[in-house]
Structures are given as C-alpha cells and as structure tokens.
C-alpha cells in the first residue's frame, strides 16, 4: 500500500522560509493531483495547496501568493515551498492524493510547522 511520509517542518520566526517534503513508497502521481493540508489544535484540516497530474496548481486564499507546491515524479515526491511565514501558518501539515478535492490515503505522521511571532 502507498505510504506518505512528511518532513521539512520546524520552528522558524515569523517572515520566515521552510521546505517541506512528502515521499510516496508507491506510485501516486501518475493519474492523481495531489495537495497539502494543514490541522491546527481546536480546527479542521484544511487543504492549502493542489497540484494535478497535469501540473496546475490552485491555492487556499491564505497562503496564495506565500506557498508553492510542485512535484518531481521521478522521485515520486510534492514539495511546499513556505515563504513570509505568518503565526497562523502554525500546523501540522499533511500530504495526501486528491480525487474530487478529497484525500483519498491513510494520513502520513505530518510535520509540524512553528511559527514565532
């Protein structure tokens, strides 16, 4: 089965810039978008970034203009490029494939982003 694994969280200061990263063991890219999600305490996860099989890239209104997601199928992994990180940007963040704008794999362990006001 297709396992998902998260890293490239941390603890940075607001204005701040982190990398993540989200390995596949299986191939997941080849007929399905995948996306970004993030869950703070006491809220919903929420997606913040897709990408399709195709390569187009759509954003939650939050982190447009700050995020960018891409993918290297060789290496069967999406990035999420952070930039001007803000303390609501404060999660764990998980990847996941998406059929219809919904995630379709058991949740990887995610990565937890921290950011310091």
């Known amino acids: 089965q297709v396992q998902l694994v998260e890293s490239g969280g941390g603890l940075v200061q607001t204005g701040g810039s982190l990398r993540l990263s989200c390995a596949a063991s299986?191939?997941?890219?080849?007929?399905?978008?995948m996306a970004w999600y993030r869950q703070a305490p006491g809220k919903q996860r929420e997606s913040v970034a897709r990408?399709?099989?195709?390569?187009?890239?759509n954003y939650a209104d939050s982190v447009k203009g700050r995020f960018t997601i891409s993918r290297d199928m060789a290496k069967n992994t999406v990035y999420l490029q952070m930039n001007s990180l803000k303390p609501e940007d404060t999660a764990v963040y998980y990847c996941?494939?998406?059929?219809?704008?919904?995630?379709?794999?058991?949740w990887g362990p995610g990565t937890q982003v921290t950011v310091s006001s």
């Open positions: 990408i399709t099989s195709g390569g187009s890239t």
């Open positions: 996941n494939a998406d059929l219809w704008g919904r995630p379709i794999l058991s």
């Open positions: 299986g191939s997941i890219y080849s007929g399905n978008a």
